[in-house]
């Protein structure tokens, strides 16, 4: 039985931006901070990953975004439109956090006055021994192509509720694919498409849960023994 060592604490940064008095950006953003007695330095470099990109964001925020929001003021102030603030939120979910294994997605939202904001997903599956990102290809272990393997698992899915998705689904799950869109938990695989790359806006992000089987491997078994109990 394999022992989780590594605790997380969530830090972040928020701010309202204000121009004549009045806010015209709000911004979050999430990002964690792991630990373990065990995993130090390895976890070192999963950690600067992440607040690097926070500070980047948050840099993003405080000038490129703020001009933009500045200009969307004036404009609205002078056409007499209501003044609608910008609003930018990156927030994290920790879906896998056991034996070697960080898994997690973040979803980038974004509003910029317009209809409705837009949120965008990333994610990385970690080995936690090494300080290095799994790849979707590493978590599959039978011989024929996995891309193909995992595509049909997730028409046949698909297929169960075609009015779901866009009519030309079939070709665009195939177009539209990102061997980077997946994060694992400790049932499944979840390879996910991003909005309108598969489905109308409404249907927001579509996830495909594919349980480890036979070819799917769950990443705990890339584990070394360093955290057996």
């Given amino acids: 039985m394999q022992k989780n060592t590594v605790t997380v604490i969530n830090r972040v940064f928020h701010n309202e931006l204000r121009y004549n008095s009045t806010t ?3 911004y979050k953003i999430e ?4 630990y373990s007695d065990k995993l130090k330095d ?7 990953f992440y607040k690097y990109r926070a500070l980047a964001y948050r840099k993003y925020c405080e000038t490129t975004l703020y001009d933009e929001a500045v200009d969307q003021y004036k404009v609205s102030v002078e056409s007499g439109y209501p003044v609608r603030a910008f609003e930018a ?3 994290y979910t920790i879906t896998y956090k056991a034996a070697c294994i960080i898994s997690m997605y973040s979803d980038k939202y974004e509003f910029f006055g317009g209809a409705h904001g837009t949120t965008v997903r990333g994610s990385q599956t970690w080995n936690a021994e090494k300080g290095s990102q799994l790849h979707l290809n590493q978590l599959y272990c039978c011989n024929n192509n996995y891309k193909k393997y995992i595509l049909n698992l997730i028409y046949n899915k698909a297929e169960l509720t075609p009015s779901e998705y866009f009519e030309d689904y079939p070709k665009l799950i195939v177009n ?3 061997e980077n869109s997946f994060y694992c938990t400790p049932m499944e ?9 598969i489905a109308p806006y409404a249907g927001g992000i579509r996830e495909f849960k594919l349980p480890y089987d036979k070819c799917i491997l769950n990443p705990s078994k890339l584990c070394s023994s360093i955290n057996e109990s």
């Fill in 176 to 178: 539209t694919f990102d």
């Fill in 189 to 197: 695989l979840v390879v996910y498409y991003q909005q309108y790359d």
């Fill in 89 to 91: 939120m990156w927030v």
């Fill in 31 to 34: 990002y964690p901070e792991f």
């Fill in 42 to 48: 390895y976890l070192n470099n999963i950690n600067n």
């Fill in 24 to 26: 015209v950006l709000k």
